[in-house]
C-alpha cells in the first residue's frame, strides 16, 4: 500500500526530489523478458525536463541503473530495483519556502500529516517521482510487447484549446514529432502557441491526455473493486497534477440514450466484435478485446512566478514568491507518464488473469 | 484484492444477484463503535429497488442479518459479516438470455474470462451487489460519525438536465425530499420528468451524482499510489455503471490558469484555510479540512425494453429482447451507494493515518 | 491481513463461538472447480465436536450452506460464502467467566487489545472458528485434486506416546480408523487410553500432528519472504493452542552435519530426484517434487475441570472454575484442520506460480 | 506478497549475491523516528562475513547508504530506501556450478520455478539478501526503542551442544563478547570448538537461535491468522535455512498437562502479571505484556568442502566440489538476522494495533 501500486506485476517507488536519488522496485514481473535497456531510456528522455521551450528548463539527465532482478539480459523472476541518481539538485533554490506553504501543493498537507517534511524541492511530492514510475513502465512495456499489446498517449487538450478528432482519426506515429505531444499539426501548433504564450505570462494552464491500448486480450479485470477501469483510474488519479479520469463514453455518456449507446455484438471471422464502443473496451469491468481509452484530466501547474497570498508553518500571513524553473504546463511531460501508468495496470492485470480459471 | 476493498478497514463482498443471498465481511472494524441497525436498514431502503415509478418495480426487501462482530450493540474489533439473503429472484426471467451476450452488460466479459457465468439476474454483475456495500458502508458512517464527518451525495444531473448550482448553495436535508435525490426542487422536477418520459419509450439515460464529504481531519490519505482522490476515484469506478471520476475542479479545471486555480491559504482563528476551494479538499493527495467533493458520472442503464443485436454463446447472430423490471436511470438508487463507497475510503484512510506519526 | 489468508487464492473467515453464526468467503478460486458439497460435509464431519469419548461432548452440527459463487455445481470465479450457523451455544455456560480472565485464553489478551470482548464461549478466539477454515480447505482440496496433489495428516504425539516411525512406514488409509486419528494401532490404542486417563482426571494434554503432502509440483513457493515452509508456519501457527512448527529435519536436524543432510540429487527415467528428503521436499523455498512433511505442536487445551487462581476484570483476585464440555486433547480433531491450511496454502501456491515465467 | 513483508510497517528487499547491490524499500516506518546511521551500521557489522574463524573467510564491507526518507536526522514517513552496493563478488568462483545442481541449495527449484538463474553465489537465494534486513530491523529496532522494546536474540545450540540454562538466568550483555555469540561463556567455548572443529572436516553443522523480546506492550496481534506468533514464525521461517520455529513452551509443551501449563494471572501493584510464562508472552495470539521468547532450527549449511554426488542441468549425473568461502555454521551471524525480523514483525503489529480501537 502507500508507496506501492499492483497486485501481482507490483511496483514500490522511494525517493525525493533533492535527495541522493530515486527508484523503484518491480516485484513479480515473470522470468524470461528481455530487458532492453535502450528503450527504459528512451521512455525517461520522453518524460525529462528541459526538453523544449514549453517544458521546465532544468536539466535532469535521468540517467538510470539497473541494481537486480536482470540477468543475461534478461528478467530473472526476483525483483527488479532502478535507481535514478539525482545530479542537478538546486537545494538552495528553495531555502525561500521551507517554512511557507505554497498554495495548492502539497506543503501544507505533508506539514499536517507528518509533522516534518522534506521541503526542497516538494521532496516526495514532486513530480520527479514519476521518474521511477516511467522506468517501470518501460519494463511492463515490454513485458505487454510480447503478447501484442500496444500504448498510445497524446495531448487532445491544453487550456482551452482542444483536439477534437475522435482517436480513429490520429496516427499515433506523429505524437512525438512536435513539443507538446499532440498527433495532430494543427492542434498541436496552437497548443504549443497558448502554452508559450502562458509561460510569458508567467502563468500556467491545465490539459487533458488521451490514451489508447490496443490489443488488449479479452478477460482482463476482476469484478468487483478491480474492475479494469478502477484499477486504470486509480492509477492515473495517483499522478500529480491529475483532477479526474473517464474511459469510453465518459461524462459525455450521460446524455445519452441506452438505446443509443449499447455496443452490438456481431461476429467478424472468429472474433466477436461490437459495433460501436462507447463501452471503451470494457464491459462489466473486464476487457472485451475492443480498443480501451480513456482521458485524464490535469489542472494546471501549481507553481507559477507570481507572488501569492500564502500563511507560513506559523500560521501567520505570508507572500509567496515564484522562483526556481517549472512547466507552464505538465501534459506535454505527462504523456509517458499515462502511458506507463496504463501499461503497470495492465501487466497486472494480465497476470492476474492467469488464475481465473482451472 | 478482487473482492475486498480497503487497507485497514476492509470490506469482501460476496453473493450473485440470483443465489442464495449476498454479503459483507467487514475486517478492521474498530472495536467499540456503536453498531445502529436501524441506521443501517434506513440506508438500505434508500438503495432497494421499487422505490418510486422511476425505479425498478421489482420488490426485494433487502432485509440484512448481522451474523458476527457485534456484541451488545457494540463493535468487537472482529469481522463484522452482513448477509442479505435473495427472496424475490425470478430465475425464470433470465433464460431468455442464458446462451446470449446482452449488450454493454458484462454476459461476453464473464463468459470470455471464466468460461462458465451464472447468468441469472447478471450473477456477480448485477448491481444487487452493491446492497452489501450499502450495508458496509452504513458501519463505516457511524465509524466517521464519531469524528464529526457527514458525507451528502445527490444527483446533480439526469441525461441532459443538469443542476448548475454550486454545492454551497443546495440544503442537503432536501434530498431525500424527492424520488431523484436532487436537493433543488426545480431541477429535482425537471430531471423527475425526463426519467419518466425515458422510461415510456422503453429507453434509458445516463446521470451524474455529485457527493461531498465535511468535517474530514487534515492528513487523511497517502503518498503517492493511495492519494485520497485516487482511492475515493478507485471505489467509484468500481460502482455499477460508473464511467468517470473527478474531484475539485476536475474537468473543467484544465481551462483554468494557475493564478486562478490556485487556493490561497489564510488565517481563520486557530485554523488554516483557503480562500478557494479548487482542490476539492486535497492537496498532493492529502486532505486539508475544506471540504470534499467529486462528481461521478453514469452512463444509460444497459437493459433496455427493446430488441438489440448481439451474437449468442456460439457466436451466431441473435436478438436480445428487453425483459424484466428495471431502472430507466441508476442515478436516484446510486446516491447511497456513492455515500458508502465513499464512507469506506474516509474510515480506511482515518484508520491508515494513526501511523503517520511516532 | 487479520482475519484473511492467501494471496491469490484468499480466504476471509467471521463469526464468533455463540454468535448467529460463521463463515468463510474464499475469493480467488479459480472458475470450474467441481464443488462436491457431500465432501465439504465429511471434512466437517471430521472436526465437529461430540465424536467420541476423547473429544468435547458438545454436540453441534455443524450444517453448512454456500451462499454463492457456485453455479451448477462449479466454481464460477466469483467468491464463494460458506455459512455455518450456530445452533447448540449455550451461553448462559459462560456466564460465570463473564468478568474473569481465563489463564492461558486469550480472555485477558482481547479484554486489553479491544477494550470489549464477547466472552461467551472464547467468542472469536474460539476454536470453532476453525470449522470455516475446513470448509474453505476442502474446496481448495477439491482444486489440488484435479492437479493431483494429496494430503495426509495424523496425529503422531499425544502427550508423552509418541509414535516413533517414519511417515513413509504408515499406511495413512488407516488413519480415520481410530478415534485419535494415528494410523499406526498400537500407538492409537495408547494415545487413547493416555487421554482418556487425563480426561478423567479432569486435565488436559498436548499432541503433534504431522503432514505429508504429495504429489506437489516443482515451483510452488515465492522467494524471500514466502517461500513456501514460511507460508505454511504462518498457517500452522495461526491454528488455535499451536506453539511450534517444524519442517523436513526440523530441530532434529540441527545436530547432522552437512555432509549427512544435504539430499543428493540423482535422475530417475526423465525425473530428477532426491535419494534423501531432510528437505522436507521444499528448497530455497521452493518445492522440488519430493513429498512436502511437517511437523505441529498443540498445546495442551486451556480449559480444565479444576478450580484456578486468576484475576478479574477489575484486577481483583479470582477462582476460575472448570465448566463446559471440552477436549482432554485438541489433537484429533486438530488433524482436518492441519490439512485444511495446508491445503489452502498449497492451492494458493499453485496458482501464484503461474505468474512465474512469461 | 513475495519480496515484500509487513502490513503497516513494510519492506521490500531486493538484490543478488553478485549483481551491483541489494537494498530495501521501507514504506511504512511513521515520520518522527530518529535515524541513527551509526546503529545500522553496527548492526550491520554483526552480520557482515569475516568476523572470526567460525564464520566465512569472504570480506565484504556491507556499507550502506541511505537514498530516500530521512531529512534532518529523522524520518519523513515516506519511504526509507537503503543499498548496499557488492564489491567483494568474484563472479568466476561460481562459473563450476553454473549448469549444475548444488545439492540442498536453491539452484534446481529456481531452475524449475523460473527457466533461468543468476547462478553467481546463489543469486537471490543466497543469504546476503539478509543483509537488507538487517539495515531495515535496525531501523525498526530505532522505532521500538522510544517504546521501550527490546529485543535479545543469541546461539542456545550449536550441532549437538546445547545451553540447558533458561534465558532469565542469562547476561545478555555477554552475547557480544565472543565470537559464537552465547551469552554464557562455557558453552561458548565448546560450540566454537565444535564449530572450528567441524570446519577443519570440510563440513558443516546446524544450530538454534533463541530470542526474547522485553518491553512489549499488551495487545500486539492480530486474530486469526495474522496472530503475533505466526507472524513472528512467517518472519523466521522466512530466513534462509531455518527449518523450524516454537515460542514458549514449544514442542517441548506438548508433553506438559494442562494444570501445568497454564499460566496463573496475578495482580501485582497497578499490573496484571502471570506466575509462570508457558504462553511466551502471547495468549489468543495477542501480546499479554509478559517476556515473548522463541526458538529458531537453523539446519546445517549447505555447502560443504567435500565432493557430492548431483545432477546437471542436463540431468546427467555430475559431481559438485566444495569451493568458495562459506560459513561453518550459519547461527552467530545468524542472530542479528533473528533479531531483525522480530523488530519488524514487532513495528508491524505496534502500528497495526493503533487501529484496534476507536
Known amino acids: 500500500m502507500r508507496n506501492s501500486f499492483g497486485n501481482v506485476f507490483t511496483i514500490t517507488t522511494f525517493g525525493e526530489s533533492h535527495g541522493k536519488g530515486l527508484g523503484v522496485v518491480i516485484d513479480g514481473c515473470p522470468a524470461g523478458v528481455a530487458i532492453d535497456e535502450g528503450f527504459i531510456g528512451k521512455e525517461l528522455q520522453r ?66 500529516k507528518f509533522g516534518v517534511r522534506d521541503y526542497r524541492g516538494g521532496g516526495r511530492s514532486s513530480a520527479r517521482e514519476t521518474a521511477a514510475r516511467v522506468a517501470a513502465g518501460a519494463i511492463a512495456k515490454l513485458l505487454l510487447g510480447q503478447y501484442g499489446v500496444s500504448i498510445h498517449a497524446y495531448v487532445s487538450q491544453a487550456g482551452h484549446v482542444q483536439l477534437e478528432k475522435p482517436y480513429q482519426d490520429l496516427d499515433f506515429s506523429q505524437t512525438e514529432t512536435n513539443i507538446v505531444r499532440c498527433p495532430d499539426a494543427d492542434a498541436a501548433e496552437q497548443m504549443i502557441a497558448l502554452i508559450d504564450e502562458t509561460r510569458k505570462n508567467r502563468d500556467t494552464i491545465g490539459g487533458v491526455v488521451s490514451c489508447v491500448a490496443q490489443g488488449v486480450p479479452t478477460g482482463l479485470g476482476e469484478p468487483v473493486f478491480d474492475r479494469l477501469h478502477a484499477a486504470l483510474g486509480h492509477a492515473m488519479l495517483s499522478i500529480n497534477a491529475v483532477k479526474g479520469f473517464e474511459y469510453g463514453s465518459g461524462f459525455e455518456g450521460v446524455r445519452m440514450k441506452g438505446s443509443e449507446h449499447n455496443d452490438a455484438f456481431y461476429r467478424d471471422g472468429d472474433t466477436i466484435k461490437t459495433r460501436t464502443n462507447h463501452s471503451g473496451g470494457i464491459q462489466g469491468g473486464i476487457s472485451n478485446g475492443e480498443d480501451i481509452y480513456f482521458r485524464v484530466a490535469f489542472k494546471p501547474v501549481a507553481t507559477i512566478m507570481q507572488d501569492q497570498e500564502s500563511v507560513d508553518t506559523q500560521g501567520d500571513s505570508a507572500i509567496v514568491s515564484g522562483k526556481g524553473r517549472h512547466d507552464p504546463c505538465v501534459v506535454p511531460r505527462a504523456v509517458p507518464i499515462v502511458e506507463a ?18
Chains 1, 2, 3, 4 share one sequence.
Open 47 to 112: 518524460r525529462k525536463p528541459g526538453q523544449s521551450k514549453i517544458t521546465t528548463q532544468r536539466k535532469e539527465e535521468d540517467a538510470f541503473e539497473i541494481l537486480s532482478g536482470v540477468f543475461e539480459g534478461k528478467s530473472t523472476g526476483t525483483p527488479i530495483a532502478i535507481v535514478i541518481y539525482n545530479t542537478d539538485q538546486k537545494s538552495k533554490d528553495y531555502s525561500h519556502i521551507a517554512d511557507k506553504f505554497r498554495p495548492s501543493h502539497a506543503d501544507f498537507t505533508y506539514h499536517e
Open 341 to 358: 501508468m496504463c501499461a503497470l495496470v495492465l501487466a497486472d492485470y494480465l497476470l492476474l488473469n492467469r488464475s481465473s480459471k482451472i
